[in-house]
């Protein structure tokens, strides 16, 4: 199975800031598969990025998504309010299943 | 809109079981398969199975086999959740999601089952 490991656990920035979170896989994923949420406290996830680069709707384009193989990147490109939360990547494999990494909390500095 | 709404917060003893409902709307319930997956108290995401409204097939992650079940009814388009022999390391949020392409989208609001003596 297909283990995705996130890249900090705890990414301390201010409002304004750049953050950039890495997602990487135990072998290689089709980037087609791979899709990124963001889950804010008391509410489900939703969905930022799929297909490892493509915005979901209403998505602001401030997040970004890149990588291919086994390294993923989601990136803020400034820090709104809004934005601190805790964010999850996950690969899609057949029969079909599905794996979350563990998450990177993005926190007020 | 597309909208999933879960039935509301349980509470059960080691060893019950627990049935969670999703219920769809704003789109053809057996055009996208439901996902269920489960968080933990300060935990992260773990996906439990799938089901296939359009012919009911099921894939469940290998933790669950034998102990989950998940069923739709289309009539109501409503899916379910089962999970058996529940035990104390069972306390979750459960959500159910769509599932769009290879992603979830949208998710439900999340039920929480708490199992407790």
């Known amino acids: 199975d297909i283990v995705l490991t996130q890249s900090p656990g705890t990414l301390s920035l201010s409002p304004g800031e750049r953050a950039t979170l890495s997602c990487r896989a135990s072998?290689?994923?089709?980037?087609?598969?791979l899709a990124w949420y963001q889950q804010k406290p008391g509410q489900a996830p939703r969905v930022l990025i799929y297909g490892a680069s493509s915005r979901a709707t209403g998505i602001p384009d401030r997040f970004s998504g890149s990588g291919s193989g086994t390294d993923f990147t989601l990136t803020i490109s400034r820090l709104e309010p809004e934005d601190f939360a805790v964010y999850y990547c996950?690969?899609?494999?057949?029969?079909?299943?599905?794996?979350f990494g563990q998450g990177t909390k993005v926190e007020i500095k | 809109q597309v909208q999933l709404v879960q039935s509301g917060a349980e509470v059960k003893k080691p060893g019950a079981s627990v049935k969670v409902s999703c219920k769809a709307s704003g789109y053809t319930f057996t055009g996208h398969g439901i996902s269920w997956v489960r968080q933990a108290p300060g935990q992260g995401l773990e996906w439990m199975g799938w089901?296939?409204?359009?012919?009911?097939?099921?894939n469940y992650a290998q933790k669950f086999q034998g102990r989950v079940t998940m069923t739709t009814d289309t009539s109501t388009s409503t899916a379910y959740l089962e999970l058996r022999s529940l035990r104390s390391d069972d306390t979750a949020v459960y959500y159910c999601?769509?599932?769009?392409?290879?992603?979830?989208?949208?998710w439900g609001q999340g039920t929480l089952v708490t199992v407790s003596s």
């Open positions: 089901v296939s409204p359009y012919n009911g097939n099921t």
């Open positions: 996950q690969q899609y494999g057949r029969s079909p299943t599905w794996t």
């Open positions: 072998q290689s994923v089709n980037s087609n598969y």
């Open positions: 999601a769509r599932v769009r392409g290879t992603w979830f989208d949208p």
